[in-house]
């Protein structure tokens, strides 16, 4: 389902956030590690500017989202819901290390279809995020979107015309990817 028009796409991994290492942290709003670190990333979407700026509401999304509106001086990004991380449930905020090891594999051996004690299943994180990808072509503008690793395979793959790997390598923190012309 590739994206059908000739306006471009910056698909953004929100900056590095603190106390992140070896947590699962999916939706949970934690701050940004350093907030000079939107300012680099700012400065390299300027060939962008004037996109239409889509944002997850989280604060690690939204706080880039909102300078490159408030550079750029247009309209205040559009927060969406479906670019939210996948939700971990139970699992938010524990060291990877201290999630029972049987629930881990459990999860690895099929990404799709299982979830953690109240979260997502990766299916329902391609659903919503393929949802989202669909409503894009009804906008004229350039867009930039504002999201977390999980909605970024996702997003990567539509872009693409490739199916979803949820094993994919993610982008790093700050790292932009730009849909292929």
């Known amino acids: 389902m590739r994206y059908s ?7 953004v991994r929100h900056p590095a956030v603190a106390d992140a290492t070896g947590r699962c942290y999916g939706r949970l709003d934690l701050p940004l590690a350093d907030a000079a670190s939107i300012a680099p990333i700012v400065t390299a979407l300027a060939p962008m500017r004037g996109a239409t700026i889509h944002t997850s509401p989280l ?3 939204r706080l880039l989202a909102e300078a490159l509106a408030a550079d750029w001086r247009q309209p205040p990004p559009i927060a969406d819901p479906r670019l939210l991380e996948m939700d971990f449930g139970a699992w938010e905020g524990l060291a990877w290390d201290d999630i029972p090891r049987a ?8 990404l ?3 979830a953690a004690p109240g979260g997502e299943t990766g299916a329902a994180l391609t659903a ?11 906008q004229p503008n350039p867009h930039v979107v504002v999201t977390h690793g999980g909605p970024l395979k996702v997003l990567m793959a539509l872009a693409e015309d490739q199916p979803v790997d949820l ?3 993610t982008l790093p ?7 292929p012309r």
């Not at 629930?103 to 099929?110: I, K, N, T, V, Y």
């Not at 923190?173 to 849909?179: E, P, V």
């Open 112 to 114: 799709l279809n299982f």
């Open 173 to 179: 923190t700050g790292a932009i990817w730009h849909t």
């Open 167 to 169: 094993l994919r390598p």
């Open 59 to 61: 604060a690690r999304c």
């Open 103 to 110: 629930d881990l594999d459990r999860w690895a051996a099929d």
């Open 128 to 138: 919503r995020v393929t949802d989202f990808w669909r409503n894009l072509p009804e």
């Open 5 to 11: 028009t000739k306006q471009p796409i910056a698909l």
